[in-house]
Nanobody
Framework: QVQLVESGGGLVQPGGSLRLSCAAS????????MGWYRQTPGKQREVVAI???????NYSDSVEGRFTISADDAWNTVYLQMNSLKPEDTAVYYC?????????WGKGTLVTVAE
């Protein structure tokens, strides 16, 4: 089992920055990748950024060049640095981890981008 706890969400003005953190605990051996997803009411959860065990990263087109995902070597914490935030980035952000083919999710942290 892997437990994930997100933090760092909040209210930020357009153009501002936030850094989300995802603390992982439990059985982390075998994690092959972790990622950040987001969801707004009435919409499906969508991928924001993922990072593999080899350090390769992938981003959705909507955040490419503005967001950066990173992780420490032991998968203790995964970060999402979000810059140049836009109102359309408003969502609940979820962290996930993939371990031996099973997906684990955190409970999410709310990011609101507004004046």
């Amino acid at each position: 089992q892997v437990q994930l706890v997100e933090s760092g969400g909040g209210l930020v003005q357009p153009g501002g920055s936030l850094r989300l953190s995802c603390a992982a605990s439990g059985s982390k051996f075998g994690i092959s990748g972790m990622g950040w997803y987001r969801q707004t009411p009435g919409k499906q959860r969508e991928v924001v950024a993922i990072i593999s065990s080899g350090g390769r990263t992938n981003y959705s087109d909507s955040v490419e060049g503005r967001f950066t995902i990173s992780a420490d070597d032991a998968w203790n914490t995964v970060y999402l640095q979000m810059n140049s935030l836009k109102p359309e980035d408003t969502a609940v952000y979820y962290c996930n981890a993939v371990r031996f083919g099973r997906i684990y999710w955190g409970k999410g942290t709310l990011v609101t981008v507004a004046e």
